[in-house]
């Protein structure tokens, strides 16, 4: 198995690359999200302006006579940007897992910087499926953080220079199970601002934000039910791919290390996140907790 150190090389300037955008990015739909409020003052301002005036004689409508079109705010203009630039973010990510695996000739998934390459690629893209609505839109800015957090400690922390995998990993194994694993912890992420972000609608309801920061931050989420549907849908795609990854985690082992189950730290923290989700699940379920815990 040899090693194409310039493919490599292209893969860690995507890799990079992915991170500054995803930067900028968030810096735009950060803007986006403080300069609502001032559209919002403005639109308000103007329509006093409107009503205390006197209205201007009307004119008659004639040939060549065109309707003013009113433009879109500078929040609407930002939040457009910062979307488009999470798309790149996107391209970028899957170029970079893509490029590292052609340069070693191998699945990408080997070590922990490859894993949670894989696992903030998911996120961003199934944000860009779950999160197209106009309702969900504002939630970037919040999904991005995390995954802004990992990529730098991948970066950094967990970087592991493009080799190949042991021989105890070079398994028709690797592919399957880590591709799931990865795919549903991204899967999680979303589900877990979605929850957050819920828990804070419910301390800070509609129209009771109040003036501190909080519930300034509250003012532009969407109500209670809609973060806990967006929750729960997530949820319960993410959870039968996660525990289809431990399963398949388990059978790998015993063929590899003839146990099915060893309590190391990553199959012990696998565990405990599947029965974490599924209690919530369960108590999603009960009509008790349904959109108030």
Same mark, same amino acid.
């Given at each position: 198995? @040899? +090693?194409?150190? @310039? ?28 300069? *609502? ?36 705010? +500078? ?101 399957? *199970? ?10 999680? +992420? ?91 699940? *369960? ?11």
């Amino acid at each position: 198995m @040899t +090693l194409n150190e @310039t493919l490599a090389q292209y893969s860690d300037w995507a890799f990079e690359s992915a991170f500054a955008v995803l930067v900028l990015a968030l810096v735009l739909l950060v803007a986006e999200y403080a300069s *609502h409020r001032a559209d919002l003052v403005a639109a308000r301002e103007r329509k006093l302006v409107a009503v205390g005036a006197a209205e201007p004689p009307s004119e008659p409508a004639g040939p060549g006579r065109v309707a003013e079109v009113q433009g879109r705010t +500078l929040s609407e203009r930002l939040g457009n940007m910062g979307r488009a630039l999470v798309v790149v973010v996107a391209a970028l990510q899957v170029t970079s897992i893509v490029l590292r695996g052609l340069s070693t000739e191998r699945f990408p998934l080997g070590n922990m910087y490859e894993f949670v390459a894989m696992a903030c690629a998911a996120a961003v893209l199934f944000g860009l499926v779950v999160l197209r609505k106009p309702a969900y839109r504002i939630m970037w800015v919040y999904l991005l953080v995390p995954v802004l957090i990992l990529m730098f400690l991948a970066a950094t922390v967990l970087y592991a220079d493009a080799a190949p995998v042991v021989p105890a990993l070079q398994s028709f194994w690797l592919p399957i *199970h880590v591709t799931i694993i990865s795919v549903g912890s991204g899967i999680f +992420l979303v589900s877990g601002v979605a929850s957050l972000l819920f828990l804070l609608r419910i301390r800070f309801p509609k129209g009771e934000e109040g003036r501190g920061v909080f519930g300034r931050i509250a003012e532009r989420l969407p109500d209670a039910q809609t973060l806990d549907r967006l929750a729960y849908r997530t949820t319960i795609i993410g959870f039968p791919l996660f525990g289809a990854g431990i399963i398949l985690g388990a059978i790998w082992a015993e063929a590899a290390w003839g146990r099915f189950w060893g309590w190391d730290p990553k199959e012990t923290v696998s565990f405990i996140t599947w029965v974490i989700y599924a209690a919530y699940l *369960h108590a999603r379920a009960t009509s008790g907790w349904r959109n108030t815990r």
